[in-house]
Each structure stands twice: as structure tokens, then as C-alpha cells.
């Protein structure tokens, strides 16, 4: 069964511009969750969909959005890049949410400039 | 809320030989799981091993078994006959918090295996 998978893998964007990222989780997978990992703050939970509804949200301001598709896929936006949102943006998979082992794709490195 | 703490940054051991990194959490939740994770350089967050808070039993998967202490809730990790491969950052997670549920990790232990 193939993995979970990101795209793009890396992405230099200057401030101001925005970004989308994107997950396809294992299949079968229902559940997707997005985490931040910087060097200063470790990793930082950003959100986590389930049936294309956000069903619980990190500590991060409104420019960090996310929706899910009926295929499960799911994209999370930052609008307005800062450099400070230079980091690896971790996706995770599971069966459902709740109690299921998350399983993480390779992340996305995005750079700020 | 929920905390994780590791209290070693970096740790190393010889090839062949056993390691034990260290993990203590905090939660006021009665139904909870615990993670090891790696990430190796290439970054991809890989599973290690799971505990689950109700099971007395420890977890083990091959060479890596955890021994889990509820109640000082500590949950170790034990790596036997290190290889290598096992050269890593290894991150203990918590999840918990029924109904709002997302991983807590903590800050990492960078492992490093001595040829």
C-alpha cells in the first residue's frame, strides 16, 4: 500500500505571496492532520480533517486554512508568507481520528525569502 | 493540556550495543496512546512503536520496546543491538484528549551510532 504522499517536496516563496500545499493520505485513510516543524518551536499541530470537516485546529493565526476532498486529500494554505513560516509541513494519515496510529508523509520544506 | 518532555538532547551508543532514551508526559486523561517516532536526515517521520495507556503489557517491535511506567508516567524507549540505520532524531508523542485530539511531541533526542 503506498505511503502518504506530499507534493510539492520543497518550495522557496517570498513574503507576501501565498501557498498551497498538498496530501494524499494512504488509502483508505479518512483522517489527515498537518503539523509545523521548525528548529525554535519543534513540531506544532496546525489541524486535522475528517469527512471533509476541520474537526480541531492548532494555535496558529487565520492565514493558515486547510480543507479535505471527498477523496480524503486534503490542502492547507498560508496566505501572506512571513519568515518566520519557514518550515518542514508535516501531513499524517490515519483510519479515523481519535485513537488511530498517524502515519506522516515526507513534508514539504518551504522556504521564505 | 498535555506535555511532553525529553530530557536528552543527544545521545550515542556503539554498534551492536543497547540504548535506552528517555520520555516523561504529562495528562490529565484516563484513555491515552503513546508514540516513538524517528526522522531520520531524509526527514520522513517514521513509526516506531505504539502503547497504549490501558495495556499493563509493554509494547515491543523487534529490536525497540518501551518500558511504560503509568504511574510516574514515563514511557522509555530501548533499542537493542543498535545498527546504523537507527541513527536518528526519535521523538516520544502523546495523544490524547478525546474528542480534541492531535499529537503532542516532544523536543527530540538526536541518536547517534558509534561504527
Known amino acids: 500500500k503506498a505511503g502518504v504522499t506530499q507534493t510539492p517536496r520543497y518550495l522557496i516563496k517570498t513574503r507576501g505571496q501565498q501557498v498551497t500545499l498538498s496530501c494524499s493520505p494512504i488509502?483508505?485513510?479518512?483522517?489527515v492532520s498537518w503539523y509545523q516543524q521548525t528548529p525554535g518551536q519543534g513540531l506544532q499541530f496546525l489541524f486535522e480533517?475528517?469527512?471533509?470537516?476541520?474537526?480541531n485546529k492548532g494555535n496558529f493565526p487565520g492565514r493558515f486554512s486547510g480543507r479535505q476532498f471527498s477523496n480524503s486529500r486534503s490542502e492547507m494554505n498560508v496566505s501572506t508568507l512571513e519568515l518566520g513560516d519557514s518550515a518542514l509541513y508535516l501531513c499524517?494519515?490515519?483510519?479515523?481520528?481519535?485513537?488511530?496510529?498517524?502515519?506522516f508523509g515526507p513534508g514539504t520544506r518551504l522556504t521564505v525569502l | 493540556a498535555q506535555t511532553v518532555t525529553q530530557s536528552q538532547p543527544e545521545m550515542s551508543v556503539q554498534e551492536a550495543e543497547t540504548v535506552t532514551l528517555s520520555c516523561t508526559y504529562d495528562?490529565?486523561?484516563?484513555?491515552?496512546?503513546l508514540f516513538w517516532y524517528k526522522q531520520p536526515p531524509s526527514r520522513q517521520m517514521i513509526l516506531v512503536i505504539r502503547q497504549e495507556a490501558y495495556k499493563q503489557q509493554n509494547a515491543t517491535e523487534n529490536r525497540f520496546s518501551v518500558n511504560f511506567q503509568k504511574a510516574a508516567k514515563s514511557f522509555s524507549l530501548k533499542i537493542s543491538d543498535s545498527q546504523l540505520g537507527d541513527a536518528a532524531m526519535y521523538f516520544c508523542?502523546?495523544?490524547?484528549?478525546?474528542?480534541?485530539?492531535?499529537?503532542?511531541f516532544g523536543t527530540g533526542t538526536r541518536l547517534t551510532i558509534i561504527p
Open positions: 488509502s483508505g485513510h479518512r483522517s
Open positions: 480533517y475528517f469527512s471533509e470537516t476541520q474537526r
Open positions: 495528562t490529565s486523561e484516563s484513555d491515552y496512546y
Open positions: 499524517a494519515s490515519s483510519l479515523s481520528p481519535g485513537r488511530d496510529t498517524q502515519y
Open positions: 508523542a502523546l495523544l490524547a484528549g478525546f474528542g480534541n485530539e492531535k499529537l503532542t
